[in-house]
């Protein structure tokens, strides 16, 4: 059973535009949510986290956005450039000393931002 | 400066061979993991380490078995590499939840293994 879900296999926008990229879980138990970006051949890097207990986060062009009663996230980057094409995944995290920290990825969303 | 080393960037494989994929991070991390990526099916957890000699199974175990002898190194083994286990397989450290709020993982750069 997919945790976390990102339905939107693909994404085209144009350069200077923004770019939404969403992310849906069903765990109501999650309490921190990230994203990572991933170019061919290398492993992902963090972008841009956000805890439960907010419901935006902001750095620089990159926002998450978290509704929590729709269990929904979503990042925007604004303005979009070119070197953001990458492949986006969303993952969620259980926090806690009483667990242990596993890390559940969606399935990915592939950015593509023409010039 | 943090750093997640995979062994190998490529292997190439033959089916029913034993495999060993390496891992070694040297952040003190306490969970180590390990994914692999299939186009349109993401990042599927195979097996992660909570701690030395701790383990637990991830969405996809079947067919892989893991080590963690010590802290900073977890292991991978394909008991008998099938073509199906051709992939992107990456690795993964961070603190464990409650030692550190951030619980952020750091990525190896990955090996593409290829069963023939």
């Known amino acids: 059973d997919q945790q976390v879900k990102q339905n939107s296999p693909s994404l085209s926008v144009q350069e200077g535009r923004i770019s939404i990229l969403n992310c849906d879980y069903t765990?109501?138990?999650?309490?921190?949510f990230l994203w990572y970006k991933k170019y061919p051949a290398e492993g992902p890097t963090f972008l841009i986290s956000i805890s439960s207990i907010k419901d935006k986060n902001e750095d620089g062009r990159f926002t998450v956005f978290l509704n929590k009663s729709a269990k929904h996230l979503s990042l925007h980057i604004v303005p979009s450039q070119p070197g953001d094409s990458a492949v986006y995944f969303c993952?969620?995290?259980?926090?806690?000393?009483?667990?242990?920290?596993?890390?559940?990825f969606g399935q990915g969303t592939t950015l593509q931002v023409k010039p | 400066d943090v750093k997640v080393t995979q062994s190998s960037r490529y292997l190439v494989k033959r089916t029913g061979e034993k495999v060993f994929l390496e891992c070694v991070q040297d952040?003190?991390?306490?969970?180590m993991f390990w994914y692999r990526q299939d186009p349109g099916l993401g990042l599927r957890l195979i097996y992660f380490s909570y701690d030395v000699k701790m383990k637990e199974k991830g969405d996809i175990p079947e067919g892989y078995s893991v080590s963690r002898e010590k802290k900073e190194r977890f292991s991978l083994i394909l008991e008998s590499a099938s073509t199906n286990q051709t992939s992107m397989y990456l690795c993964a450290s961070s603190f464990r939840a409650g030692r550190a709020w951030t619980t952020e993982a750091f990525f190896g750069q990955g090996t593409r293994l290829t069963v023939v």
């Open positions: 952040m003190d991390h306490e969970n």
């Open positions: 765990n109501s138990m999650f309490d921190y």
């Open positions: 993952a969620a995290i259980i926090h806690g000393s009483s667990n242990t920290g596993k890390l559940i």
